[in-house]
């Protein structure tokens, strides 16, 4: 009799690194979390809540064996190093992409979207970028610090320039962030027709998805760095995936949960399945 054993990785993503078409890969760096910490523990958190999911989603109808992932764990990272530590990030994602595999990312705060947007955009010189927040993450600078994941989107514009970012679910910031988004033409509604436009918009565009988990309302999801009442249902959230799924995806990260803080481990259990629905709706 063979024994069963729960492995570390994510749920069936036990593929080679050679023979996967997609990579998982942990980034467990929460150094610019500005009110809970907490996010480093999000990636170890969401692959031990996925051993409690199926692999078959309904609302997709297909299910992840058929996929070939390989998670690689975690990058160790020296936490009290910033830039080491975004350095080692963008190092890992050069691998991944190197070997001509489909990147997934797990933070750790929203700040490791800013040294994977570095490298992508040495494949993707067009990139653009999708970014599914709860906040505008537009701030020069956070308490005097340029770094930080209230900055990322600011620097994430100042990399591949304006026009190329477009941001779902927003509704905290500054007066400042909003004002400067509506500049930007940044924030896209929920409603379809805003949605399907920006859809028509990017067709055959290499998007990259970045997607904080505080997007979802607390009272759904509260274990994350910075909950904000009045967010998305999950059902809203499967909704905007399928809206989503015709781009040309190159890749997609999941930030910002914070386990420690939701001792229920809905949290985790949610982040799993929304991970899954991720892979099944960009992947393909």
Known sequence: MNLPFI???F?????????????????PYDGSASFRPGARFGPSAIRRASWGIETYSPYFNKDLTRFSIHDMGDIELPFGEKKISLN???????KILSANKFPILLGGDHLITLPIVEELVNNYPDLHLIHIDAHTDLREDYLGEALS??????????????????????HSGTEEEFKLARKMKSLVSLDQGSLKSMVKRLAGRPVYVSLD????????????????PGGLTFQQLISLFKTLHPLH???????ELTPDYDPTQISSVTASVILREMILAFCS
């Open 7 to 9: 492995e570390q990785s």
């Open 11 to 27: 749920i069936s993503a036990n593929t080679s690194f050679r023979e996967a078409k997609a990579v998982i890969l942990g980034c």
């Open 88 to 94: 080692m990030i963008q190092k890992g994602l050069r």
């Open 149 to 170: 994941h209230s900055t990322v989107m600011r620097k994430v514009v100042d990399r591949l320039g304006k026009g190329r970012l477009f941001q779902i679910g927003i």
């Open 213 to 228: 988990l505080d997007v979802i309302d607390p009272g759904l999801l509260p274990g994350v760095g910075t909950p904000e």
């Open 249 to 255: 995806v190159i890749g997609f990260d999941l930030v």
